[in-house]
């Protein structure tokens, strides 16, 4: 098992962290879009460390809006994107990191639910959502630029257990 550590992301974190964006993802953004999160949303920003190397990250924002999931018109914590390089897939490091996103959003944020979108084809990572007790909504037709559908998928925050990793790591 390898051992990483999970924490909030800083800003000379952003060059890895776009790396790994683009080496995962074929949704990129640009730096400034990385930027305006960690600023606005930092508690929720999170990224995993091997050996003092940043190898995944998740990013998430809040906003207010009708709930899915809840009733009302709620704070709801939307999880951006969320990426871990190849070579570190299947040890339990997404899952920590969407564990401490959630807890965040809850905790620091005030958000009643979290939800997000994930292509229609990306098996492994609905897996990851719905052991994590999100349910798939709907489908949310060419939703990508190349055309594939999105589900969207949500799960409220109210019955979520405060979730504490002994891989966290709080220092700036």
């Known amino acids: 098992m390898v051992e990483f550590i999970v924490r909030r992301a800083r800003f000379d974190d952003l060059g890895r962290i776009i790396e790994i964006n683009?080496?995962?993802?074929?949704?990129?953004y640009p730096e400034w879009f990385f930027r305006d999160h960690l600023v606005n949303w930092g508690e929720a920003f999170l990224v995993a460390e091997v050996n003092r190397e940043v190898v995944g990250y998740v990013m998430c924002r809040v906003e207010f809006g009708l709930g899915i999931t809840v009733k009302g018109f709620i704070r709801r914590g939307h999880i951006i994107?969320?990426?871990?390089?190849?070579?570190?897939?299947?040890?339990?490091?997404?899952?920590?990191?969407?564990?401490?996103?959630?807890?965040?959003?809850?905790?620091k944020y005030g958000c009643r639910e979290a939800y997000l979108e994930v292509r229609v084809s990306n098996l492994p990572a609905i897996r990851l959502y719905e052991k994590l007790g999100f349910k798939r909504v709907k489908v949310i037709p060419m939703y990508y630029a190349d055309g594939e559908d999105a589900y969207l998928m949500a799960r409220s925050?109210?019955?979520?257990?405060s979730f504490r990793s002994s891989t966290l790591d709080l220092r700036l």
Not at 22 to 28: A, G, H, M, Q, T
Not at 90 to 98: D, H, P, V
Not at 157 to 161: A, G, I, M, R, Y
Request: hydrophobic share 40%.
């Open 22 to 28: 683009r080496k995962c993802l074929p949704e990129n």
């Open 157 to 161: 925050l109210e019955d979520f257990s």
């Open 81 to 107: 994107s969320l990426a871990v390089l190849p070579e570190y897939r299947r040890r339990g490091i997404a899952t920590a990191l969407m564990k401490e996103a959630l807890k965040a959003l809850k905790d």
